[in-house]
C-alpha cells in the first residue's frame, strides 16, 4: 500500500483542561517545523488526531513525525474515497501489505466513523472489509480482543484513512509548552540524555558549553556540536552556545586548593549559565547530574554546585543508574557521538585527590579571592553561538545587537 497520508495521535495534555487548545496549536506548529525539509507536506486538526498530507514525501517524513514530543503514535495511511467499495479495497491492499512485512496470524478491522455519510455502522463495515482481508488471505484468523494486525480505517470529512501500523511517538508533552531552560551540554554521555528528557517534559531547551580549547584544542567542541545537531531531531530549533572557560580555570589553579578545583568549576559554570539564560530569557538550568556517579556528584558537592545556581537546577538524570541512562542515550541516538575521545575543560588541571565532601564555608574563601562577576562578564564576551534544525549541520549566527559586557541581568523572578 503506498500512503499519502499520516494519522498523528497525542497523548497527555500538560496541565489538562483549560489549556488543551493552547497545547494543540503548539503541537501543530511543532510538527509543521518537524516537517519543514519536505516541502508540500500540510498539518491538519482533526477531531481527536492530526492528518498529515504527506505531499508524495514517505518514510522519512513520518518518522520526522515520530520525533515530536506529545505524539504518541503515527499511522502512515492511505486516503481513499467515503465509499464502502474503495474503503474495502484499500483494507485488503493494507492487509496484504501488512502481512508482506510480518507474519501476522491473527487481524481485526477498526473502523471510526467520525463521518456518518459512508452508509453502514461501523461494525458493518468492519465485518464486511473483514470478509474481504480473509478471502484475499485465508490463513489469517479474526481475533476482535488481541489482534496481532489491526488494519484501521478512519472515516473523515476530509476523506477516508486505511491504515495498518501505529509507529510509536515519544510522547511528552510538545516542547515550548512549559517554558525555556538552559541545558548545560558537555560532551559526556549523561547531559544530552537529561537534555532530551527535559524536551521530553516541554521545555524548550538552549545549551552552553564551557570549552578550554587553548589547553584541550577543538576536538571537544566540535563533539558538543554534534551532539546540540543530534537533538534538535528532537526539537524546533536548537542553540549551542559555547562559552571559553579556560580564563576560569587558570585563575582558579592559580589561586585555589586543588581540591576543589572541579567544584569551583562547576560552581562557575552554574554562575555564567544563569547569566546566560537572563539574557536568554531562561527560567531554569538543567545538567545531567547524577546522584553518586562521580566525585562531583556527592549529595555535599551537588548541594554545593545546587547552591551557584540562582535560577532552579533541574537534574532529570539524579536518579538514573548508568546502565539506565545509556540505553536511552542509545535510544535518543547520543551514545555513539558522546563516547568519542575528546578532551573536556574538566581534565584540565585535574587534582589527584579531589574533595569529596565540599564545606561550603572553605568554598566560600576560595571564592572570595576573585572577582567573579568580571570572570563571568568575559566568558560571556566570548561566547559563540550555533543553531541547529533538523539534524543538519549547524550554522554560527552573530551575537544578536545587544551590548551583552552591559546588558542588565534581568532580577530573579519574585519568590
Ligand atoms: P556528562 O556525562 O553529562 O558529562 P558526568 O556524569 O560525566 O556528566 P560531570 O562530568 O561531573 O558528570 O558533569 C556533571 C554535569 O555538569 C554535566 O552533566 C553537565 O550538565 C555539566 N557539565 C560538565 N562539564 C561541562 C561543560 N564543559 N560544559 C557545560 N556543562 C558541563
Ligand atoms: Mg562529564
Redesign the pocket.
Known amino acids: 500500500m503506498i500512503f499519502d497520508a499520516a494519522l498523528v495521535r497525542w497523548g497527555e495534555i500538560g496541565l489538562k483542561g483549560g489549556n488543551r487548545p493552547e497545547f494543540l496549536d503548539r503541537l501543530a506548529r511543532n510538527l509543521r517545523h518537524a516537517l519543514q525539509p519536505w516541502p508540500g507536506a500540510e498539518v491538519i486538526a482533526l477531531g481527536g488526531r492530526f492528518l498529515v498530507g504527506l505531499g508524495g514525501h514517505g518514510s522519512d517524513a513520518v518518522a520526522a513525525l515520530t520525533r515530536v514530543f506529545g505524539v504518541t503514535s503515527v499511522s502512515p495511511a492511505r486516503r481513499v474515497a467515503l465509499d464502502p467499495a474503495a474503503l474495502i479495497a484499500a483494507c485488503v491492499d493494507a492487509a496484504t501489505t501488512a502481512l508482506a512485512a510480518t507474519a501476522h496470524r491473527t487481524f481485526r478491522v477498526k473502523v471510526n466513523r467520525a463521518d456518518k455519510r459512508i452508509a453502514g455502522t461501523s461494525i458493518e463495515l468492519e465485518r464486511a472489509a473483514g470478509a474481504a482481508v480473509l478471502a484475499r488471505h485465508p490463513a489469517l484468523k479474526v481475533s476482535l480482543e488481541h489482534p496481532e494486525l489491526v488494519v484501521g480505517a478512519d472515516l473523515r470529512e476530509e476523506g477516508a484513512f486505511v491504515y495498518h501500523e501505529r509507529r510509536p511517538g515519544p510522547g511528552g508533552l510538545p516542547v515550548g509548552s512549559l517554558g525555556r531552560a538552559l ?10 540524555v ?1 537534555g532530551w528528557l527535559a524536551l521530553k517534559r516541554g521545555l524548550r531547551l538552549e545549551a ?4 578550554a580549547a587553548e589547553f584541550t584544542g577543538h576536538a ?1 567542541a566540535e563533539k558538543v556540536k554534534e551532539l546540540a545537531r543530534a537533538l534538535s531531531r528532537w526539537s524546533p530549533r536548537f542553540a549551542l552556545h559555547l562559552l571559553p ?1 579556560g580564563p576560569v580555570q587558570l585563575a582558579i589553579k592559580e589561586r585555589c586548593d586543588p581540591g576543589y578545583r ?1 567544584l569551583l568549576y ?1 560552581r562557575m ?1 552554574h554562575r555564567i549559565a544563569v547569566r546566560l539564560a537572563r539574557l536568554e530569557r531562561q527560567q531554569a538550568l ?5 546522584l553518586g ?2 566525585a ?2 556527592t549529595l555535599e558537592n551537588l548541594a554545593l554546585t545546587a547552591a551557584a545556581s540562582e535560577l532552579p537546577l533541574l537534574r532529570p538524570l539524579l536518579t538514573y543508574d548508568k546502565e539506565e541512562t545509556i540505553a536511552l542515550a542509545k535510544r535518543i541516538g547520543t551514545f555513539e557521538l ?1 563516547i568519542r575521545p575528546a578532551l ?3 581534565t584540565v588541571f585535574q587534582p589527584p585527590r579531589p574533595r569529596i565532601r565540599g564545606d561550603a564555608e572553605e568554598i566560600a574563601a576560595e571564592e572570595s579571592q576573585f572577582d567573579l562577576e568580571a570572570l563571568a562578564t568575559t566568558a560571556l564576551a566570548g561566547r559563540e553561538i550555533w543553531v541547529f534544525h533538523h539534524g543538519q549541520e549547524g550554522r554560527r549566527i552573530e551575537l544578536r545587537d545587544r551590548e551583552l559586557t552591559a546588558a542588565p541581568p534581568v532580577p530573579p523572578a519574585e519568590a
Open positions: 541545558l548545560l551540554l558537555s560532551g559526556g554521555i549523561d547531559s544530552p537529561a552552553a558549553f564551557f570549552h571537544a572557560f572541579t562547576r559554570m538543567i545538567s545531567g547530574d547524577n556517579q562521580v562531583s556528584q558522546s573536556d575543560c574538566c
